[in-house]
């Protein structure tokens, strides 16, 4: 009975590390350059879910299979003055959608209430079993 | 002798039955809600009409007979066609799952109170006055 919190645990973390790349391709969707300083643009990351927990392999839950990375276009903007631009004048923005990634981060956030939601249904039926105790 | 008898002629057994399997059916709609965005996932369930109708039996049985023995209900597990499948091809349906979710844990708390009670029933008789 205990372990079915461990369920939902799962799915929480699963959910919160969705929108921690929903967040980071918010944060980087006008990077045009990489951590050493080179002109290649960021690419949006996405997280992949998969059945099951790796920590424990025949309980149920969820788990973050991969973080995988879209090898989209990117986006072209005719900015000449811009230091990034290629030799027609363009520059490439990260392959990021904003409407995309507000959906994502709806949809995360709302499963992750879901979650919270059935914890509080287990704890509630943990607690009248344990109440044929007293 | 006594407790044996309380414990395995009345309800005792039975709502032992329904508690457990509610638990495990709690548990499998956890794991609906968990991967509820995981790709190529199908919803799990226990089949309810086969635990009833197996539980149903054995009272049944009991009556005929006066044996009692509920261990060797099993429990089907099922892929119920509920939602429509997405693209992900995950057949996820929030409200059944809510709905579900609420009956299952209703059901498992009903239970246990009459479990308590019947505790209580039980208490009432050892120490001989109306608490």
Sequence with gaps: MFDSLDISASALLAQRTRMDTIAGNIANMNTT?????????????????ATGRPDAPNKAGVSVSKI?????????????????????????????????EYVNALEASRAYEANVTAMEVSKAMMNASLRLLA | MLIEGLMNRGNGALLEQVINFASQRHKLMLDNIANVDTPG??????SVEHFNSMLQDRIDNRRRTGQASFEDIDMKTENPLAGILFHDRNNRSMEQLATDLAKNAMMHNLAIELLRKQFQQMEMALREKVV
Excluded: W
Aim: proline content about 9%.
């Design chain 1, 68 to 100: 995988q990375i879209d090898q989209g276009p990117f986006r072209k903007e005719y900015q000449p003055t811009h230091p990034d631009h290629d030799k027609d004048g363009y520059v490439s923005y990260p392959n990021i959608d904003l409407a995309v």
């Design chain 2, 41 to 46: 996932y199908r919803q799990k369930d226990l």
């Design chain 1, 33 to 49: 350059r990489n951590a050493r300083g080179e002109a290649i643009p960021y690419r949006r990351r996405f997280a992949i879910f």
